[in-house]
């Protein structure tokens, strides 16, 4: 029983992360566009690394941010499939 709760706390963890993940790029690129104040680069890719590189990934792609910078085309997979591969071996 103990075991299905904590499958279901790190379900909705990662669910939660990826969509703030997600909102964040977003946010960035809005602002980036209205020359506004930015998301750090250091936030966001922190952001990946505590769960929301999904969540980064399709951001990058569905508003095309980030997508010039080698840190982030290579290091948010990079993350992503370490973190996959964490996930499967628990």
Aim: glycine residues 8%; aromatic residues 12%.
């Amino acid at each position: 029983m103990e075991l299905i709760r904590s499958n279901e706390l790190i379900r909705l963890y990662l669910i939660a992360i990826n969509i703030i993940s997600f909102g964040a790029y977003a946010l960035d690129k809005w602002k980036a566009i209205h020359g506004q104040w930015r998301i750090s680069e250091k936030t966001l890719m922190g952001l990946a690394v505590i769960g929301g590189s999904v969540g980064a990934l399709m951001s990058m792609y569905t508003f095309h941010h980030k997508t010039r910078h080698p840190k982030f085309v290579y290091g948010i997979p990079f993350i992503m499939i370490v973190q996959l591969v964490i996930l499967f071996t628990l």
